[in-house]
């Protein structure tokens, strides 16, 4: 199973999608986070399952609408 390191004090950081083969190698990153910026707050986890989606958008161009009748009175 792979492992990940992530940087919580940073969503935003690719590295938190860099799969490690080893225990050991996401540990060193997450090390290496910490030596760069001591305040952030790093874990590392053991990937089990990983899901992704796919989404689809369609546009075309929309029906003319009806035209609406007179009122009657």
Same mark, same amino acid.
């Given at each position: 199973?792979?492992?990940?390191a992530i940087?919580?004090?940073?969503a935003y ?6 799969r490690y083969?080893?225990?050991?190698? /996401?540990?060193?990153? *997450? ?6 910026? =001591? %305040? ?18 369609? /546009?075309?161009?929309? *029906? ?6 007179? =009122? %009657?009175?």
């Open positions: 199973m792979p492992y990940i940087n919580l004090s940073n950081d690719v590295e938190n999608n860099t083969a080893t225990q050991a190698e /996401a540990d060193t990153r *997450a090390r290496a986070i910490l030596n760069q910026f =001591p %305040t952030a707050q790093v874990f590392t986890a053991q990937v089990l399952k990983d899901y992704s989606a796919k989404v689809t958008v369609t /546009a075309k161009d929309p *029906a003319d609408p009806a035209p609406e009748s007179e =009122p %009657t009175s």
